[in-house]
């Protein structure tokens, strides 16, 4: 803290060191020196935004001159804080060479973040989140089975190794961050001779086509498909959100674009 004192008529600056609390604290597998009104950007967490978390793995605790060391952690104590946001960080690239090969391979990474604020530290009595106590299942009373026709088994969707690779491959060239195996597995796989054109879909222009055509989007039946999952992967890809796909219904225009076409 800093302050002003007169001496003869002159202002002399005067640093007073006020030693606020702090905890070294673990929260999502690392460890962070915190203090209150502080904020930390940690690995994703579960939690929503705006609700309250308390971290209860304390290692130390320093207040004034007393300092606690736990034993591996500190009974009672715990860090509140409260989630901000969950983001993005900055972009990592990943450049590999092999000399003498014609081998090279540039990746872009971004972690995945959750920025907390450091409501308050307490130094004792703070209970531990219990774990919730598993209802022991009972087993429902055997009644006799009654012939019945065979239930239609449920149709999965198709999907082709070689055609997730290729996509997977065009996603790296085009520098897109998708986990193209999940959402391929999800809506299914096409080849570019089953390709739909996907500009009958309102607000998907030829620059979306084409991109989604790069991670292996290709016809109404994949956009059909789209499930909330599938809909954060693609907003991997600029331009294209969550929120757009749902105001501009891709999905119910895709269905009905799918039926028109049969």
């Keep these: 803290m800093l ?17 606020a609390m702090y905890a070294i604290v673990e929260m999502a597998g690392q460890q962070f020196k915190v203090a209150k009104d502080q904020k930390v950007y940690v690995h994703r967490l579960q939690d929503e935004e705006g609700s309250k978390v308390s971290f209860d793995n304390v290692l130390l605790l320093e207040d004034g001159d007393k300092v606690t060391i736990g034993a591996p952690t500190i009974d009672g104590a715990a860090v509140e804080a409260k989630v901000v946001k969950h983001l993005k960080g900055d972009k990592v690239i990943v450049f590999k060479k092999k000399r003498r090969k014609g081998y090279q391979k540039k990746n872009g990474h971004r972690q995945y973040l959750t920025e907390l604020l450091i409501e308050g530290i307490i130094a004792s009595g703070a209970k531990k989140a219990e774990k919730k106590a598993e209802t022991p299942k009972v087993a429902a009373p055997k009644v006799k089975a009654e012939t019945k026709a065979p239930a239609k088994a449920k149709k999965e969707v198709e999907v082709s190794e070689n ?24 809506i299914g796989t096409a080849t570019k001779a089953e390709a739909d054109d996907l500009k009958e879909i309102n607000g998907i222009g030829p620059a979306y086509e084409k991109k989604l055509n790069e991670v292996g989007v290709y016809t109404y039946g994949q956009i059909s498909k789209l499930k909330v999952a599938d809909k954060n992967e693609l907003a991997a890809i600029d331009g294209i959100t969550r929120e757009k796909i749902d105001s501009e219904e891709w999905v119910k225009q895709a269905k009905a674009l799918l039926k028109n076409k049969k």
């Design 163 to 186: 055609l997730v690779t290729r996509a997977e491959h065009r996603a790296e060239e085009a520098h897109v961050e998708i986990n193209v195996e999940k959402l391929l597995h999800s």
């Design 3 to 19: 302050f002003y004192l007169k001496r003869g008529g002159h202002l002399t600056k005067l640093f007073i060191n006020i030693l």
